[in-house]
């Protein structure tokens, strides 16, 4: 099951990168789940597995089920699946690809270290700023630490930029003392 998450990742994110470029990422979400669908429904499982049906036969066959046009782009995403014999990999491609939607759509909590309250002025542009870099929505909690001297700790999960006068006081001293 692991393998088959590894091998369905470049297409998830492949398809994800695309639909957020073309701001169709509901859409392609859409014709994902209906494609996990058909590759899991039994009779479609037996009617696709034949031996005698070629690619091109496979790729008309499961358009045709879709009850609306599909735009080009999924359909060769399709065909890209089924000329790598990646089609039962749907499921995983469809799972993955709900949660780098998840992920892009939830807020990051960031924790903002200060020597005092910044004002909001100062606050707002922060948060869009690292809006922008993150590209992610931001709650910013602001915490005092008057042993800072100056400049601030920004934390965001596991990444932290340290731009107060200790951490630069800090990392000065390391440097003389190698």
């Known amino acids: 099951m692991n393998e088959l998450s590894t091998l369905a990742r470049?297409?998830?994110?492949?398809?994800?990168e695309y639909s957020i470029e073309k701001s169709v990422i509901e859409d392609w979400l859409k014709y994902l789940k209906y494609l996990s669908e058909i590759i899991q429904n039994p009779l479609a499982k037996e009617?696709?597995?034949q031996p005698s049906l070629g690619s091109n036969e496979l790729v008309d066959t499961i358009l045709g089920t879709y009850q609306e046009d599909i735009p080009t782009a999924f359909e060769n995403f399709i065909k890209l699946l089924v000329e790598n014999r990646?089609?039962?990999l749907a499921p995983f491609i469809?799972?993955?690809?709900?949660?780098l939607k998840a992920n892009r759509e939830a807020v990051i909590e960031i924790a903002l270290t200060v020597t005092e309250k910044p004002n909001d002025v100062q606050l707002k542009k922060l948060s869009s700023a690292l809006a922008e870099n993150l590209k992610r929505k931001i709650s910013v909690q602001v915490l005092i630490d008057k042993d800072l001297l100056g400049g601030a700790v920004i934390q965001a999960g596991d990444m932290v930029i340290?731009?107060?006068i200790?951490?630069?006081l800090?990392?000065?001293?390391?440097?003389?003392?190698?």
Do not use: H, V
């Open 10 to 16: 470049p297409y998830s994110k492949a398809a994800f």
């Open 47 to 49: 009617i696709l597995g």
């Open 86 to 88: 990646r089609l039962s």
């Open 94 to 99: 469809t799972r993955q690809f709900e949660a």
């Open 162 to 164: 340290d731009n107060s």
């Open 166 to 168: 200790r951490g630069k």
């Open 170 to 178: 800090t990392k000065l001293a390391d440097s003389l003392n190698t």
